[in-house]
């Protein structure tokens, strides 16, 4: 068994900071990368950053680009995204995933093998 579990989350203001982590633990697996995916009500999940073990990394938009940075260890499975100069607009649940296989696209959620339960972030105006 693989769980993934993020921390972090939690209530802000506009302009505000919040890191967000996350961690497998279970079954021992290597992943060929990890991200961050986020969901409003009502919205499609979006895509947000992700960094594969050689160290490439995409974000989802230029203003996420600007904003966040993720960082994180291939050897230890974390993932972590630094989220600086909130907007509501952020407002969402985080998800973390990991992959396994290479193939398909960064921002694709179909190629991700396994899920966090999600963290929420509330960011008021």
């Known amino acids: 068994q693989v769980q993934l579990v993020e921390s972090g989350g939690g209530l802000v203001q506009a302009g505000g900071s919040l890191r967000l982590s996350c961690a497998a633990s279970?079954?021992?697996?290597?992943?060929?990368?990890m991200g961050w995916f986020r969901q409003a009500p009502g919205k499609e999940r979006e895509f947000v950053a992700a960094i594969s073990w050689s160290g490439g990394i995409t974000y989802g938009t230029d203003s996420v680009k600007g904003r966040f940075t993720i960082s994180g260890d291939n050897a230890k499975n974390t993932v972590s995204l630094q989220m600086n100069n909130l907007k509501p607009e952020d407002t969402a649940v985080y998800y973390c995933a990991a992959r396994v296989k290479p193939f398909g696209a960064q921002n694709d959620a179909k190629v991700y093998d396994y899920w966090g339960q999600g963290t929420q972030v509330t960011v008021s105006s």
């Open positions: 279970g079954r021992t697996f290597s992943s060929y990368a």
